[in-house]
């Protein structure tokens, strides 16, 4: 196996600058003959770097705009020749093809360029094919070339080059290579993704592609047993917690980016006009509430379960100010999440050095559609995104009673909420907060129960009634049995949303006149497992 290889000619294209000019230079002066093309090559000559456009090496002129440049042999045969296989050996001198020991690639900005909502006509012209061509090749043949994609790994490159004759090892040109083949296969992605969805409308195409970049190896995954990381998928112009302004407290941890995300989905179905909380423990939340400010909002979410959200999340659906952050930090809070906060705020979080707060920039459209995937034993699984949003006019009544107005800005508040807990789901709401929420049980009557007991609880530290009477309650699916809705009434909801649709809707119904409850049902539901 050859290791050290010595970098006598390069070819540098780049659409990404950065760096440049600093590396040209370097390479210039090891004595390495640059080949570069267009804006690069201007680029490098203007800094005064000596480079020979692509054109005169291989004698044939740049043509179609451009989008034939490097497509020729004595780039690819440069690149994928085997310099010990004595037949390449022949070929390359027959055909006067010298070697290209180094190539420095990074592609047309493709992804940017979607993400900023361009035309068809200019997302289809900064679909690269010379780049990837040119990284596929010198990726293949890395046993002797190095082949460089990220501006970040010019220091690399230059260090061991100078510690060693100009020459670069097998280990890192393997390294790169691997990396350039990442590269290659996430802008395909890319593509793939963006003809099937934004061009063609197809929810789910044949072929399903993933790509991420990765921005950091956490600590351990959900277990201390268990290794993670957490990339970022493409380039997006959407808020999220993948991307967001860390200002302080510890490295963020598997549990806490994926407890955390559970939050901003749920902060993001609420606008910024009202200020909302929400509190959330273990992807479920703990207390959500609005209020005439963000300090109203958090009281009022946090006394749905103050137990519960020792060591939470809580999120914000605004900029959060002075007020709010005095006393979301009277109790240990793990990370803080919202689009911005004031100067003051900063500054009474940065006196809880542990605590993370996360700025984002602003929320997700809580209704746009996207997909989400899941791993189960030898596949994925893939759905569209649960962008379902209940308004007044989807609620059918169906008992006697009609609901109050109230009632109705509440029954739709716990529903918007129970989207966002785990099935089964049950959540008490009254004056604009969840007073008991009910999550993830195997029987819809026991998180009816368990979360009617939450109230209690809270009630019994304040020495209080529970405040589920006179609440409503919210099931994230319909009640298969009327058990459940008794006790919802037992805990003392006077109104009640669900979905309907089940073969004892009647029975449901009329135990609800009996109770009299009023009922609406949406024709929507939120399973969420």
Not at 121 to 132: H, L, S
Not at 286 to 313: H, M, N, R, W
Not at 402 to 417: C, G, I, K, T, Y
Not at 485 to 501: E, K, N, R, S
Request: glycine share 10%.
């Amino acid at each position: 196996m050859i290791d050290r290889v010595a970098v006598k000619r390069a070819l540098l294209s780049v659409s990404d600058k950065s760096g440049l000019v600093e590396f040209g230079r370097f390479l210039a002066g090891a004595g390495v003959e640059i080949l570069s093309t267009g804006g690069t090559a201007k680029t490098l000559a203007d800094a005064g770097v000596p480079v020979r456009e692509v054109a005169d090496y291989t004698g044939f002129p740049e043509m179609l705009d451009g989008r034939v440049k490097t497509l020729h042999p004595k780039i690819h045969g440069g690149l994928l020749g085997v310099r010990d296989n004595p037949e390449h050996a022949m070929s390359m001198k027959d055909y006067d093809i010298g070697g290209i020991d180094l190539i420095v690639v990074n592609l047309y900005p493709f992804e940017a360029t979607v993400a900023r909502g361009a035309d068809l006509a200019t997302c289809i012209e900064n679909i690269d094919i010379g780049g990837p061509a040119m990284i596929r090749s010198a990726a293949k043949n890395h046993r002797f070339v190095t082949v460089i994609t990220d501006p970040a790994d010019y220091v690399a490159v230059q260090a061991e080059m100078s510690a060693n004759d100009s020459s670069t090892g097998f280990a890192l040109r393997q390294k790169l290579a691997a990396k350039a083949y990442a590269r290659t296969g996430a802008y395909d992605a890319a593509i793939s993704a963006w003809f099937a969805g934004d061009v063609l409308g197809e929810s789910f195409a044949d072929r399903l592609v993933l790509a991420g970049e990765k921005l950091q190896d956490l600590r351990y995954g959900e277990n201390p047993h268990q290794a993670a990381a957490v990339y970022r998928r493409g380039v997006t112009n959407e808020p999220g917690i993948v991307g967001a302004r860390q200002l302080q407290g510890k490295e963020l941890s598997y549990n806490n980016i994926n407890d955390t995300d559970a939050a901003f989905e749920l902060i993001s179905e609420f606008d910024p006009a009202v200020p909302a909380i929400a509190i959330i423990k273990h992807a479920n939340p703990c207390g959500v509430a609005v209020g005439a400010t963000l300090l109203q909002a958090y009281e009022k979410a946090l006394a749905c379960d103050p137990v519960s959200a020792f060591g939470g999340i809580v999120a914000a659906n605004r900029p959060l100010d002075a007020a709010a952050a005095r006393a979301i930090t009277e109790i240990f809070t793990e990370v803080v999440v919202a689009p911005d906060a004031d100067p003051e705020a900063i500054a009474i979080f940065a006196a809880k050095k542990n605590l993370r707060l996360l700025l984002t920039g602003g929320l997700r459209d809580a209704t746009k559609p996207g997909v989400t995937v899941k791993t189960v034993a030898g596949g994925l699984l893939v759905q569209t995104r649960d962008s379902g949003r209940v308004t007044r006019n989807d609620l059918k009544v169906v008992t006697k009673r009609q609901p109050s107005e109230a009632e109705l800005n509440d029954l739709l508040f716990a529903f918007r909420v129970g989207k966002h807990v785990k099935s089964n789901a049950i959540v008490y709401v009254k004056d604009g907060a969840t007073v008991g929420i009910g999550a993830g049980q195997m029987s819809r009557v026991d998180s009816a129960r368990i979360a009617a007991r939450k109230a209690e609880d809270a009630a019994a530290t304040v020495g209080g009634t529970p405040l589920t009477q006179g609440s409503v309650v919210a099931s994230d699916a319909f009640f298969p049995f009327a058990d459940g809705l008794l006790a919802a009434a037992a805990a003392g909801a006077t109104a009640v949303i669900q979905p309907g649709g089940s073969m004892r809707d009647d029975e449901v119904i009329k135990a609800a006149d009996e109770a009299g409850l009023a009922m609406v049902f949406t024709g929507m539901r939120h399973f969420r497992h």
